[in-house]
């Protein structure tokens, strides 16, 4: 009888154990499963801000492709006219759509999540292919597309101590040409490549403002700067 109920006490023992390992397992897995859940809404979440920023960008861009800090730009930039490079952020702000320097942070649910974009210049080879991606000036051998820009947004967040990222590349190509209507050349020379003053011209045309030689009065419209 005593045999028995010892054979028996062992068994509930060794019963127990193996359902506790078994507990055990299946709550590591529940965590786990849980801690994959949060991760995979926190992309989603990221993935439609960075969406949403890019969406924004192709419209800022369509407006807005080259123009100066001045005359009918105001104190915003095109696009194109924005500092290059990865240590240039900046963001999009609504109502009038413009850029502002710096990273945007929203809050949704519960977590702060930070935003921000860079420009960077499209250099082709000789074949119009893209050679290389720069923060300045093509290299030999290459030329600069000004009708198109690399623009790459980043999207942070922190969770549960840790640093998490998600990156969107994105070429965006100007789909449409401006006009600049040159009232005058009161401005005198010093404007060449892109126009952006509607009071200046290019040096090499060798025009005045004049009614002599080489000069030229009226109002001209230029399509496609």
Do not use: H
Not at 30 to 51: G, H, P
Not at 54 to 62: L, P
Not at 90 to 107: C, F, I, K, M
Not at 122 to 134: E, F, M, T
């Amino acid at each position: 009888m005593n045999r028995q109920s010892g054979q028996s006490l062992i068994e509930v023992i060794i019963g127990v154990t193996i359902a506790g390992v078994f507990i055990l397992g299946a709550s590591q897995l529940l965590n786990i499963s849980n801690i994959s859940s949060y991760r995979n809404k926190e992309y989603q979440t990221a993935t439609f801000l960075a969406q949403e920023l890019a969406e924004n960008i192709s419209i800022y861009a369509n407006a807005k492709w080259y123009c100066i800090a001045s005359g009918s730009c105001a104190a915003t930039k095109g696009i194109y006219n924005l500092n290059k490079g990865a240590s240039n952020k900046y963001y999009l702000v609504n109502a009038p759509l413009e850029w502002r320097s710096g990273e945007e942070t929203v809050d949704i649910s519960g977590l702060s999540y930070n935003r921000y974009f860079f420009v960077e210049n499209i250099c082709r080879s000789g074949d119009g292919s893209i050679a290389n991606v720069q923060s300045g000036s093509c290299g030999a051998g290459t030329v600069e597309d000004s009708s198109t820009q690399k623009t790459t947004i980043i999207v942070k967040w922190i969770a549960s101590g840790q640093n998490y990222d998600l990156k969107l590349e994105q070429y965006i190509t100007r789909t449409r040409n401006a006009a600049i209507i040159q009232t005058d050349w009161s401005g005198g020379s010093g404007q060449s490549g892109l126009y952006a003053d509607v009071t200046k011209y290019d040096t090499a045309t060798n025009i005045t403002d004049g009614s002599g030689a080489g000069g030229i009065k009226g109002v001209i419209k230029i399509e496609g700067y």
